[in-house]
């Protein structure tokens, strides 16, 4: 299994930045994806999270912000980020679990791809 993210950057505040969470190796129909951030002395906690039946799940700092989304052809998952403020700042990681649910909770998930970077600033 593999998880390859990608589309991070700097953005001023208001802006908005889609990141990318190519995954092989696995089935979109059996695995869960899921997003987390860490940022810059703080823990790494979930952000948003989309089932093997495509439901979704949102950490209420970022809920009418971000919406998940996948593209099961193409084995990717998308974050697209809306209204972004400095404190969305951090290390952006994608990671997949098999079952069923769309969890937050990190422990959970046993595959993870490298971060991919958003700066959040003017």
């Known amino acids: 299994v593999q998880l390859q993210a990608s589309g991070g950057g700097l953005v001023q505040p208001g802006g908005s930045l889609r990141v990318s969470c190519a995954a092989s190796?696995?089935?979109?129909?059996?695995?869960?994806i899921g997003w987390f951030r860490q940022a810059p002395g703080k823990e790494r906690e979930g952000v948003s999270c989309?089932?093997?039946?495509?439901?979704?799940n949102y950490a209420d700092s970022v809920k009418g912000r971000f919406t998940i989304s996948r593209d099961i052809a193409k084995s990717t998952v998308y974050l697209q980020m809306n209204s972004l403020k400095p404190e969305d700042t951090a290390v952006y990681y994608c990671?997949?679990?098999?079952?069923?649910?769309?969890?937050?909770?990190?422990?959970?998930?046993?595959?993870w791809g490298q971060g991919t970077e958003v700066t959040v600033s003017s």
């Open positions: 190796g696995v089935s979109m129909d059996y695995y869960n």
């Open positions: 990671a997949a679990r098999p079952g069923l649910g769309c969890s937050l909770a990190q422990y959970r998930y046993n595959f």
């Open positions: 989309i089932d093997n039946n495509g439901r979704t």
